[in-house]
DNA sequence: TTGATACTGAAGTCAAAACTTCAGCAAGGA
DNA sequence: TCCTTGCTGAAGTTTTGACTTCAGTATCAA
């Protein structure tokens, strides 16, 4: 089924899913890149580089901005950090709950 | 084309990009589970459940043990920890390179 | 022993999404 | 002006993977 994805962090696992937009998140570490630049070492067509794109776009992991005729395309770091947060949050409940676990099996 | 992933990185945002496994992992985070009992408010078969787990054992973000005719299910908050990485690799990078752009920017 | 419960495995269905082709259109250069 | 480059949009194809059904098997309890 696979109800629609709502949250932000929802949208950027969404998003992070995918071997190909991960790959092309690679490529836009070492610096900014056309849309063609990137559709040749990601081995697709642009047009599905464009999609890509949109996706990553959406969810505020990417900004590009279409300077004559090329699209320049950057990262944008701050959208890790909603990744991060979901991180967080999990982690600090998951092992307050092992701790409090461990300190049952401690009483006498 | 979305080739095969490879890293334990990749495997993993590839087990979150699914909106039910990100239930799944939400349900036991408040516990340990059966396998019926996420498949209830899941709103999946049993069967369902089974390949979700599957996918997350193998990424390190869940553990599965059988007793008796019942499988338990628990988190394993270590799993986070190659997530936490990613996210940490990239932000610094990406930020580093950014304060080299601006300081270029600020040459006279 | 019998029946109910809890999962497992194989096999198939189906919809989402990744990708393509193709026909534009606008910008830049000769 | 004319040609090339770089992207865009619509539309269709193909693949992936989430989900189901159904037929087991093992465990537990009466």
Known sequence: MNRPD???ADRIFQALGDATRRRL???LG???RSVSELAGPLDVTVTAVMQHLRVLEDCGLVAT???GRVRACR???EGL???DAWIRARRSTWEHR???LSDI???P
Chains 1, 2 share one sequence.
């Open 105 to 107: 099996l401690r009483e």
């Open 75 to 77: 990262l944008r770091p």
């Open 81 to 83: 950090d909603v990744l």
């Open 65 to 67: 901005e279409k300077i």
């Open 25 to 27: 998140i690679d490529l």
């Open 6 to 8: 709502s949250t932000h």
């Open 98 to 100: 092992l701790a409090a």
């Open 30 to 32: 070492s610096g900014p």
